[in-house]
């Protein structure tokens, strides 16, 4: 069985923006991932709002979704389960984004989260266990 791919917004405004950083390493992975891929309206709003802030249209965002095939999963039902983890990692401070992908992870075990965050090292899934995560080096 193939690992679920969760998509992080650090990796879509990468993938959509020659100049960054990491942009070579999103092309790569994207070029690798298996469809669908999945995402959460959190990574979609915060990408949105990043690749503004770099003068870019938002609707990029949204096209390369459709164009990429990833899923937009809603977590509506999971509230108090998204409470509990910005609790937990309240020190962090744990974004709403970053909770929304831990609680995907919790959700798909087979998963791997496409970061370029380094606080997935510190995130825990159903308290104890590692979320996996793919990173740059």
């Excluded at 469809?35 to 959460?40: F, G, L, S, V, Y």
């Excluded at 003068?55 to 390369?64: A, E, G, I, K, P």
């Amino acid at each position: 069985m193939s690992l679920v791919s969760l998509m992080d917004s650090g990796p879509l405004v990468a993938f959509l923006s020659a100049n960054d950083t990491h942009h070579r390493w999103a092309v790569d992975v994207f070029a690798a991932t298996q469809r669908p891929a999945k995402c959460c309206e959190a990574v979609v709003s915060e990408a949105c709002f990043l690749v503004g802030r770099n003068r870019q249209r938002r609707t990029s965002v949204l096209n390369f979704i459709a164009a990429a095939e990833l899923e937009i999963v809603s977590l509506a039902g999971e509230l108090p389960a998204l409470m509990r983890l910005m609790d937990k990692y309240a020190s962090q401070p744990m974004s709403f984004a970053d909770a929304c992908l831990v609680r995907l992870a919790e959700l798909n075990s087979d998963s791997v989260v496409l970061t370029t965050d380094a606080d997935f090292k510190i995130y825990r899934k159903h308290g104890r266990q590692v979320v996996r995560t793919r990173s740059p080096a």
